[in-house]
């Protein structure tokens, strides 16, 4: 759990008027308007919303003791727990990737990994803008593989280290993950069009082939 009086810089009791006192002294330094380099802004962005959420908790009376009883079980972390930074960065790249902006939802998927790489969805997400985006096929099979030593049942990761595999020419482990997808997600309408593209037009018993065979 993030403690929000590390994130602030204030002791446990400081009034609210402190509080308020030191975000605004905050805000002004990681306020996103500040940068203009995406990267920067992006990082920024973050970490603003995270000086927000602790203000807001931090001058909630119910939200405040709430707060604390957690702290006091001893299940407070370091103000700046890497892992709800990371979640912050999934979100926003989510949001961007569906809204369709690909190199946006990358650089907030990439951060979100740099900074916890131990979650198999913000991975299996970066994969998969990978490779949809030129050039960034060799960071999505870095992705890829990560996300599945963490989820290695997980048909769509296997699903999208066919498709980057196969962008970095490696056609037999592209071939193996394909196998691997069709045997958890079969009906999968994204996977069966990968299959498809795969299959060469004259192949109908070979790898391909046979995994299709049942259907024609």
């Known amino acids: 759990m993030t403690n929000?009086?590390?994130?602030?810089?204030?002791?446990?009791?400081?009034?609210?008027?402190?509080?308020?006192?030191?975000?605004?002294?905050?805000?002004?330094?990681?306020?996103?308007?500040?940068?203009t380099d995406a990267a920067r802004k992006a990082e920024a962005e973050a970490r603003f919303q995270i000086l927000t959420e602790a203000v807001n908790v931090l001058t909630n009376a119910q939200r405040r003791k709430a707060h604390d009883f957690d702290l006091d079980k001893g299940s407070g972390a370091n103000a700046f727990d890497p892992a709800a930074v990371a979640k912050v960065y999934l979100a926003k790249g989510v949001?961007?990737?569906?809204?369709g902006d690909l190199d946006g939802a990358f650089q907030q998927f990439d951060l979100s990994v740099r900074h916890w790489g131990k979650d198999p969805k913000a991975l299996h997400y970066l994969a998969l803008v990978c490779s949809r985006i030129q050039g960034r096929a060799r960071r999505g099979v870095e992705a890829v593989e990560a996300a599945l030593r963490l989820d290695p049942e997980n048909g769509a990761v296997h699903r999208e280290a066919c498709r980057l595999y196969l962008q970095v020419g490696l056609r037999t482990k592209a071939e193996r993950h394909l196998a691997e997808a069709l045997r958890r997600i079969p009906e999968d309408g994204e996977l069966q069009?990968?299959?498809?593209?795969?299959?060469?037009p004259s192949d109908n018993k070979g790898i391909l082939g046979g995994l299709f065979g049942r259907k024609g």
């Open 4 to 35: 929000y009086y590390e994130i602030l810089g204030v002791s446990r009791d400081s009034t609210e008027e402190a509080i308020r006192a030191r975000f605004r002294a905050l805000a002004r330094e990681a306020h996103p308007d500040r940068f």
């Open 95 to 99: 949001k961007a990737y569906r809204e």
């Open 193 to 200: 069009k990968l299959a498809g593209e795969m299959r060469p």
